[in-house]
């Protein structure tokens, strides 16, 4: 399996200046933590599924700067020391990282990484992170939302020729496939994770041909065990369905059914619906109907309350461009530096409550009903603490401190999981088909209200007592020292 390296310099420009100025002020070795969060969830949607690790992973465990690289910094106009230049060329990534599974459902605020290491190495890996977690999150995402209207159906993701070049195709179509797609378009995605591929054909196949009926017939002599026949090129219900079943008779005649027929075009309701009598009229029972044309989870919820007679959906654009959210809004914040051999919790004030950074090494943890196997909140609480099973615990939210919820009898599910010690990957990657497993396993713990398309209910994740106590203080302190500094004389 190759997959193409992630240069260093895919980065912003002044993650490598600060990198230059630490060197400089002699301060690039001081250790730094930071995590990587969102703050708002997209689409509207309750939850996100979180995706991007593995080749967060890959980045990691290969970032080193290439002699080109060094050589085009060391042509820049900021004249970079030869001595930074060179130590450069030793640069590799050696910090600690937690981070989520991929697949987990993740919530705002919650950090899907933390990271530990030197000042030089954690602020530079920020812009690359963030590329690729904020991305794939929101692609897997959208594929969540779309499989929860599509219920059974069967899903191709065929977004490919739409995507934000190939990059996007490529790990989008992972992250939708790890998310509840059942196959991609994209071949290379199938060679690389063992994703199913599957397809049809397209209008210039018939256009090519004199007749429809010829153009069916070839296309069916070539598969015919998985054939299926895309049927709206002239007009679907007098000209292409009916060919679709005079060459489904002859299939049969040979031993083989016809597999599908593939509406790309008009009012998918009437013409599934329409399609679907003759096609059972006929004795094709069992030959599915696939729908295509800028669908998404809004236009399959429809066709499904019009009782559109659709098995399979085919879906590009609005996939994996996520049409209606263009981005995430991943962040990449400092939460605490190493002072004299201890961490220091560090702030980010902000007007906006909710943007406040939470400060110090923190861990996610999942609280689980025993009873109902649902989960019932998570709690960001500091590294190093831990909650007593046995004791009731009440969750209170960390900005409106009024609204409270007391949960018992539950186990606790630690969500951040060692993935790098001293720079060495001790995280064993999963396929993306054990991910997928997992993500499913995921979506069991969450009641409905939660997972529903339509104005979910806020799912609880909230700061430990403890936690929300050290912020508050740690605001207080920053308050009083503006005070004492902005004092007159
Ligand atoms: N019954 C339906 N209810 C709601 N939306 C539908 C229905 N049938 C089709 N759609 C959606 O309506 C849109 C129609 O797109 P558009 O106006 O481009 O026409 P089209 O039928 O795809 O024709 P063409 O591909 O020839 O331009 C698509 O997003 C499609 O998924
Ligand atoms: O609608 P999307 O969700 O983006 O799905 C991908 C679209 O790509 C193809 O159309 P295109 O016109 O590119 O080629 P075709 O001639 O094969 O239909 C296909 O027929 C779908 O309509
Ligand atoms: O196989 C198909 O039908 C297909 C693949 C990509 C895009 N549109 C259609």
């Not at 937690?98 to 919530?107: A, K, P, S």
């Not at 499989?147 to 020729?161: Q, S, Y």
């Not at 236009?299 to 590009?316: H, P, V, Y």
């Amino acid at each position: 399996m190759h997959i193409p390296k992630i240069p260093a310099l895919h980065t912003d420009k002044y993650q490598l200046t600060m990198m230059y100025a630490h060197w400089k002020n002699g301060s690039h070795r001081d250790r730094k933590a930071f995590d990587l969060y969102f703050r708002t969830l997209p689409f509207g949607n309750g939850y996100t599924v979180f995706a991007g690790l593995e080749r967060a992973v890959d980045y990691l465990e290969n970032l080193h700067f290439s002699d080109e690289e060094i050589h085009y910094l060391s042509q820049q106009p900021e004249n970079y020391e030869p001595e930074f230049l060179e130590m450069l060329r030793e640069f590799r990534f050696t910090g600690d990282i937690y981070g989520m599974r991929e697949g987990t459902i993740v919530f705002p605020n919650e950090p899907l990484l933390r990271l530990e290491g030197s000042a030089m190495e954690i602020q530079f890996v920020e812009t690359a992170l963030l590329n690729f977690i904020g991305y794939q999150t929101l692609i897997a995402t959208k594929a969540a939302r779309i499989r929860t209207v599509a219920r059974e159906n069967f899903l191709m993701e065929f977004g490919t020729r739409r995507a934000q070049e190939s990059d996007a195709a490529l790990w989008g179509t992972r992250a939708a496939y790890l998310a509840g797609f059942h196959s991609t378009s994209n071949v290379r995605a199938g060679q690389l994770f063992g994703i199913p591929t599957s397809g049809t054909h397209s209008h210039s196949w018939v256009q090519d041909f004199d007749s429809e009926l010829e153009a069916f017939r070839t296309f069916a002599h070539a598969f015919p065990n998985d054939c299926i026949l895309l049927v709206d090129t002239y007009d679907t219900l007098k000209s292409g369905i009916p060919h679709a079943i005079q060459v489904g008779k002859e299939l049969r005649e040979q031993g083989y059914e016809l597999k599908g027929v593939r509406l790309d075009s008009g009012d998918l309701a009437f013409l599934s619906k329409a399609a679907r009598q003759m096609l059972d009229e006929a004795g094709f029972k069992q030959t599915k109907i696939v729908a295509s044309s800028d669908l998404d989870e809004y236009t399959i919820q429809s066709l499904k309350n019009q009782g559109a007679e659709i098995d399979a959906w085919g879906i590009g654009t609005k996939l994996i461009t996520t049409y209606d959210q263009p981005a995430l809004g991943a962040v990449y914040k400092l939460v605490a530096r190493e002072k004299d051999g201890e961490w220091q919790p560090r702030i980010k004030i902000s007007s906006n409550p909710e943007k406040v950074t939470t400060p110090g090494l923190k861990k996610v943890v999942r609280l689980i009903d025993r009873q109902t196997e649902k989960a019932r909140g998570d709690l960001i609480m500091e590294e190093g603490h831990s909650i007593d099973e046995e004791q009731p615990l009440t969750l209170f939210h960390p900005v409106h401190t009024y609204r409270k919820k007391e949960v018992d009898q539950f186990r606790v599910v630690e969500l951040l999981r060692p993935i790098f010690k001293d720079g060495k990957r001790v995280y064993d990657l999963p396929s993306v088909e054990e991910i997928r497993n997992y993500h499913s396993e995921q979506r069991e713990l969450f009641w409905e209200e939660h997972t529903r398309l339509l104005n979910p209910e806020e799912y609880h994740v909230d700061l430990s007592g403890s936690l929300w106590d050290k912020k508050q203080a740690l605001l207080q302190s920053i308050y009083r020292r503006i005070k004492l500094e902005n004092r007159p004389g």
